[in-house]
């Protein structure tokens, strides 16, 4: 019904697939698009995002309420952002106002939660010309107005060691003044650290042209090169072109961990402070990075996965770094991919998109196929590093001692003892897997979980690694009262106690979750493994990914058998990657590169192929597989999933499901399912899927558009919590 006031189309943090109508406020002009307003929704205040505004209303117009206040002078949201998130939450079919909420800082979800800025302050002219010198015995004083005097385009206050009482001291005396930020300035590579730039080889010289040649226009550029060729510097090259002429640069990684070592070679290079974007940054930080990225004050923006939706006063590059790697993928809430919409975005925005990695996914080597990306290699190493020679370890009928094979240890010993470090790979954190008892046999299991308890024994706990549950480890069987419990089982703990025992004059460094948890661990131990101050560097995949480690000679995998009858259809592609990845930490500096895989299947093709082949052979004839299967990306997934305390409750939601959706779907879409989920009780609740699979994408796009608003009507959906994940990581 036609009303007197406009009325505004906002999407709401809520499960719904809807947006929601409101009146504009009373007396001041109607929010644009993409800015934030507080409404009433239920017996909440929320804020919500305007996505548009209309003359009527399909809701009587006496039913609407009111927007309570516009919170955004402008809209927060430029049009090209508010593209981004719209387009992503239809192809990933989620609630458009849980979307946007994603996207944005956690601190502008709340109202008032926005108003941190960034203060700068300068040497005022009569600052410049007072020596500091003359302020006698105020030190801090003097200390400050030096470091103005040497930065006369001014510094942001948390880059000023001094109390607020002592700048406004200062400006009372007129000597500093509160600025505007001052842009990035971009100095000739290395000059602020004297430092060299390498040579570029051959072929990284023709990927930094393929770059620079579509500056100013989309593409889409899948680099891949072995580990150790310099895809980092061709990074950097194509980087600084871009930067020195004004605009910005955003840097997707996979993990936090490979952040630092990013900031500080991009930093020592470009000269330049980046805008830091992950999870291990407290939320005034992050908000803080969103809103320097926004104004255009930093041109390095670089973060982890949700730092896609970070906008962009300036875009100029998209750089997708470890593009293969499945932490691209939320798996939780809105399950998007950075990766993808990396593609998506710079397609919109009109610039070149860098996807690299030593292993590209399949997904993009089939890309490379259809002609959408151009693929640009690295077949070398960068300088005279060679590639690490790869052997296959057959350990059946030899005797183990904590995972570590005889002929392993030989190897370790010759290593060590010509000065080299040795990488050990075990992706299993914790003492030992299961506990179990001598005497009756009984196990100890998580109680809310399908799953074994981790024995960690250096914390005297029991920790489920699925849902997080703890508690002491038993002093007697719960079932039988034995006190003979053992462990059974490796996990990176207890190797490391086994390495200490073995080679006892070697310092052994554990990197994994648990011994990373405090804020700059995981940094001071991987400076210690750079610096050769240990000689065994043990860990799980937290050491697989683009780290250098120049000193490292042997690189054993202990169980590389894992991946090789995994029940998703990407653990063999995944294992491959991840030795690869692994088996590139060797060799890196002057030394020669061995790499060790011990295994119980050594005539394996895949793994036989890769070892001898290499991971080109492998992916063609993954892809080769999937092609004759149908599976990606030869076809399109979606996995709708429900858990509830009950037991029968998913099951009879997604039975439901299925009927809907067979009734709708066009005869390209295929259903597979209800199952329950390979670990059907995770976290005290019961989980089955559906999976819905289809030959064209759109296909099955055109059938989730039209179930979703229905499953929202489903009885059964009351019982459940149930969510849609399109194009899953994993189908488990």
Same mark, same amino acid.
């Given at each position: 019904?036609?009303?007197?006031?406009?009325?505004?189309?906002?999407?709401?943090?809520?499960?719904?697939?809807?947006?929601?109508?409101?009146?504009?406020?009373?007396?001041?002009?109607?929010?644009?698009?993409?800015?934030?307003?507080?409404?009433?929704?239920?017996?909440?205040?929320?804020?919500?995002?305007?996505?548009?505004?209309?003359?009527?209303?399909?809701?009587?117009?006496?039913?609407?309420?009111?927007?309570?206040?516009?919170?955004?002078?402008?809209?927060?949201?430029?049009?090209?952002? +508010?593209?981004? /998130? =719209?387009? $992503? %939450?239809?192809?990933?079919?989620?609630?458009?106002?849980?979307?946007? !909420? #994603?996207? @944005?800082?956690?601190?502008?979800?709340?109202?008032?939660?926005?108003?941190?800025?960034?203060?700068?302050?300068?040497?005022?002219?009569?600052?410049?010309?007072?020596?500091?010198?003359?302020?006698?015995?105020?030190?801090?004083?003097?200390?400050?107005?030096?470091?103005?005097?040497?930065?006369?385009?001014?510094?942001?206050?948390?880059?000023?060691?001094?109390?607020?009482?002592?700048?406004?001291?200062?400006?009372?005396?007129?000597?500093?003044?509160?600025?505007?930020?001052?842009?990035?300035?971009?100095?000739?590579?290395?000059?602020?650290?004297?430092?060299?730039?390498?040579? +570029?080889?051959? /072929? =990284?010289? $023709? %990927?930094?042209?393929?770059?620079?040649?579509?500056?100013?226009?989309? !593409? #889409?550029? @899948?680099?891949?090169?072995?580990?150790?060729?310099?895809?980092?510097?061709?990074?950097?090259?194509?980087?600084?072109?871009?930067?020195?002429?004004?605009?910005?640069?955003?840097?997707?990684?996979?993990?936090?961990?490979?952040?630092?070592?990013?900031?500080?070679?991009?930093?020592?290079?470009?000269?330049?402070?980046?805008?830091?974007?992950?999870?291990?940054?407290?939320?005034?930080?992050?908000?803080?990075?969103?809103?320097?990225?926004?104004?255009?004050?930093?041109?390095?923006?670089?973060?982890?996965?949700?730092?896609?939706?970070?906008?962009?006063?300036?875009?100029?590059?998209?750089?997708?770094?470890?593009?293969?790697?499945?932490?691209?993928?939320?798996?939780?809430?809105?399950?998007?991919? #950075?990766?993808?919409?990396?593609?998506?975005?710079?397609?919109?925005?009109?610039?070149?998109?860098?996807?690299?990695?030593?292993?590209?996914?399949?997904?993009?080597?089939?890309?490379?196929?259809?002609?959408?990306?151009?693929?640009?290699?690295?077949?070398?190493?960068?300088?005279?590093?060679?590639?690490?020679?790869?052997?296959?370890?057959?350990?059946?009928?030899?005797?183990?001692?904590?995972?570590?094979?005889?002929?392993?240890?030989?190897?370790?010993?010759?290593?060590?003892?010509?000065?080299?470090?040795?990488?050990?790979?075990?992706?299993?954190?914790?003492?030992?897997?299961?506990?179990?008892?001598?005497?009756?046999?009984?196990?100890?299991?998580?109680?809310?979980?399908?799953?074994?308890?981790?024995?960690?024994?250096?914390?005297?706990?029991?920790?489920?690694?699925?849902?997080?549950?703890?508690?002491?480890?038993?002093?007697?069987?719960?079932?039988?009262?034995?006190?003979?419990?053992?462990?059974?089982?490796?996990?990176?703990?207890?190797?490391?106690?086994?390495?200490?025992?073995?080679?006892?004059?070697?310092?052994?460094?554990?990197?994994?979750?648990?011994?990373?948890?405090?804020?700059?661990?995981?940094?001071?131990?991987?400076?210690?493994?750079?610096?050769?101050?240990?000689?065994?560097?043990?860990?799980?995949?937290?050491?697989?990914?683009?780290?250098?480690?120049?000193?490292?000679?042997?690189?054993?995998?202990?169980?590389?058998?894992?991946?090789?009858?995994?029940?998703?259809?990407?653990?063999?592609?995944?294992?491959?990657?991840?030795?690869?990845?692994?088996?590139?930490?060797?060799?890196?500096?002057?030394?020669?590169?061995?790499?060790?895989?011990?295994?119980?299947?050594?005539?394996?093709?895949?793994?036989?192929?890769?070892?001898?082949?290499?991971?080109?052979?492998?992916?063609?004839?993954?892809?080769?597989?999937?092609?004759?299967?149908?599976?990606?990306?030869?076809?399109?997934?979606?996995?709708?999933?429900?858990?509830?305390?009950?037991?029968?409750?998913?099951?009879?939601?997604?039975?439901?499901?299925?009927?809907?959706?067979?009734?709708?779907?066009?005869?390209?879409?295929?259903?597979?399912?209800?199952?329950?989920?390979?670990?059907?009780?995770?976290?005290?609740?019961?989980?089955?899927?559906?999976?819905?699979?289809?030959?064209?994408?759109?296909?099955?796009?055109?059938?989730?558009?039209?179930?979703?608003?229905?499953?929202?009507?489903?009885?059964?959906?009351?019982?459940?919590?149930?969510?849609?994940?399109?194009?899953?990581?994993?189908?488990?």
């Amino acid at each position: 019904m036609p009303t007197t006031a406009p009325i505004l189309h906002v999407a709401v943090p809520s499960p719904l697939y809807r947006t929601f109508d409101y009146l504009a406020p009373a007396g001041v002009e109607p929010p644009a698009p993409g800015s934030r307003v507080l409404v009433p929704f239920g017996r909440k205040r929320v804020v919500g995002v305007v996505l548009g505004s209309a003359s009527h209303s399909d809701i009587d117009g006496s039913r609407l309420k009111r927007v309570l206040e516009v919170l955004d002078p402008r809209p927060l949201l430029d049009p090209e952002l +508010l593209a981004l /998130a =719209q387009w $992503a %939450a239809r192809y990933y079919q989620h609630p458009i106002g849980e979307a946007l !909420a #994603a996207a @944005l800082p956690v601190l502008l979800r709340h109202p008032g939660g926005g108003t941190l800025s960034r203060q700068w302050w300068r040497a005022t002219a009569a600052g410049l010309a007072t020596d500091p010198a003359a302020l006698g015995h105020a030190v801090r004083q003097a200390a400050v107005l030096a470091q103005l005097r040497r930065h006369p385009g001014g510094l942001p206050r948390d880059a000023i060691e001094a109390p607020m009482t002592v700048l406004r001291t200062l400006q009372d005396k007129g000597w500093i003044e509160a600025c505007a930020p001052a842009p990035d300035a971009v100095r000739e590579p290395g000059a602020a650290y004297g430092e060299a730039v390498p040579a +570029l080889g051959d /072929a =990284q010289r $023709a %990927a930094v042209e393929a770059v620079r040649e579509a500056d100013g226009r989309f !593409a #889409a550029l @899948l680099l891949e090169g072995v580990t150790g060729s310099g895809k980092t510097e061709v990074y950097l090259r194509a980087i600084e072109p871009v930067v020195r002429s004004g605009r910005q640069v955003l840097v997707l990684v996979p993990e936090i961990g490979l952040t630092p070592q990013l900031v500080r070679r991009f930093g020592r290079r470009l000269d330049l402070e980046p805008a830091l974007l992950h999870s291990g940054l407290s939320d005034s930080e992050r908000l803080l990075a969103w809103q320097q990225a926004a104004s255009g004050e930093r041109r390095l923006v670089i973060g982890t996965r949700s730092a896609i939706f970070t906008p962009l006063a300036s875009p100029g590059l998209i750089v997708v770094d470890e593009e293969h790697d499945a932490s691209l993928k939320q798996q939780e809430g809105f399950r998007y991919s #950075a990766r993808d919409l990396a593609v998506w975005r710079a397609r919109q925005l009109g610039v070149p998109v860098v996807l690299g990695s030593a292993t590209p996914s399949l997904e993009s080597l089939y890309n490379v196929e259809l002609g959408r990306y151009r693929h640009l290699r690295l077949p070398e190493r960068a300088g005279r590093a060679a590639l690490p020679r790869l052997r296959l370890l057959d350990v059946r009928r030899q005797p183990m001692q904590d995972l570590l094979s005889e002929p392993l240890l030989v190897r370790m010993q010759d290593h060590l003892a010509r000065g080299g470090q040795v990488l050990v790979f075990l992706n299993r954190r914790g003492f030992s897997p299961v506990l179990l008892c001598h005497d009756c046999g009984w196990v100890a299991d998580c109680p809310r979980c399908d799953a074994h308890m981790t024995l960690h024994r250096a914390r005297g706990l029991l920790r489920c690694h699925h849902c997080g549950h703890q508690r002491r480890i038993d002093t007697h069987c719960p079932a039988c009262g034995g006190s003979e419990l053992v462990a059974v089982g490796q996990g990176t703990e207890r190797l490391e106690a086994a390495l200490a025992e073995r080679f006892p004059d070697q310092r052994v460094l554990r990197i994994d979750r648990d011994t990373t948890r405090r804020k700059g661990s995981l940094q001071q131990a991987l400076d210690s493994a750079r610096s050769g101050r240990a000689h065994i560097l043990l860990g799980t995949q937290m050491l697989a990914k683009g780290h250098h480690f120049p000193g490292v000679s042997l690189v054993a995998i202990l169980d590389a058998d894992q991946g090789l009858f995994g029940s998703d259809f990407r653990a063999s592609e995944r294992m491959a990657q991840l030795i690869v990845q692994v088996a590139g930490r060797a060799g890196r500096g002057d030394r020669p590169g061995e790499v060790l895989i011990q295994t119980h299947q050594p005539d394996h093709p895949l793994l036989r192929q890769l070892v001898e082949q290499g991971y080109d052979a492998f992916a063609r004839a993954a892809l080769e597989e999937r092609r004759a299967a149908r599976l990606p990306p030869f076809s399109s997934l979606a996995l709708l999933r429900a858990e509830a305390p009950d037991a029968d409750a998913p099951a009879a939601f997604l039975e439901q499901a299925a009927q809907r959706a067979a009734a709708l779907a066009s005869p390209g879409v295929q259903l597979w399912g209800p199952v329950p989920a390979p670990m059907e009780r995770r976290g005290g609740r019961y989980r089955a899927q559906l999976l819905l699979q289809a030959t064209r994408r759109a296909d099955l796009q055109a059938l989730l558009t039209r179930l979703l608003p229905q499953l929202e009507t489903e009885k059964t959906a009351r019982r459940v919590r149930w969510s849609i994940d399109v194009d899953p990581a994993d189908t488990l």
